[in-house]
């Protein structure tokens, strides 16, 4: 049986996709932003690093799942906000960012860090959301 060599201590603190093999640097500095601004709305956040996804949760259940991209620059993600889907939308098309909603009623969005930056407000608003109806 081969031995597999062990991480550096500086890769082993990483989660996986935030060495640069996984994603693009970019799509993970988006995925980094949303994280950054939902620890400020609950700092208790659980984030969980999977292989194909970052998952950000409450100490109920996770309310919102990010895909960082390995050849595009944007960050592919879906919050559940539950019961206030319709309000979501309704912050969402304020702000003139692009969304989808999901069969389940989550909503699903594309997000580069311009993005994130420029509608930061909106994008405040449908996480407290989601983070409210996930508590």
Not at 23 to 33: E, H, L, Q, T, Y
Not at 77 to 102: M, P, S, W, Y
């Amino acid at each position: 049986m081969r031995r597999q060599k062990m991480p550096s201590r500086s890769e082993a603190n990483q989660p996986i996709g935030h060495t640069g093999k996984h994603a693009n640097p970019k799509s993970i500095a988006a995925a980094d932003a949303i994280i950054d601004f939902c620890k400020k709305l609950d700092p208790a956040l659980r984030i969980t690093y999977n292989k194909y996804h970052i998952a950000l949760g409450t100490h109920r259940q996770n309310f919102c799942w990010l895909h960082p991209r390995k050849k595009q620059i944007h960050c592919h993600g879906d919050v559940d906000v539950g019961e206030n889907t319709e309000k979501g939308k309704a912050i969402l098309e304020q702000a003139g960012l692009a969304f989808t909603v999901r069969e389940q009623g989550d909503l699903a969005f594309t997000l580069s860090t311009k993005d994130i930056e420029d509608k930061q407000e909106a994008l405040k608003q449908v996480f407290r959301l989601a983070i409210d109806e996930n508590s």
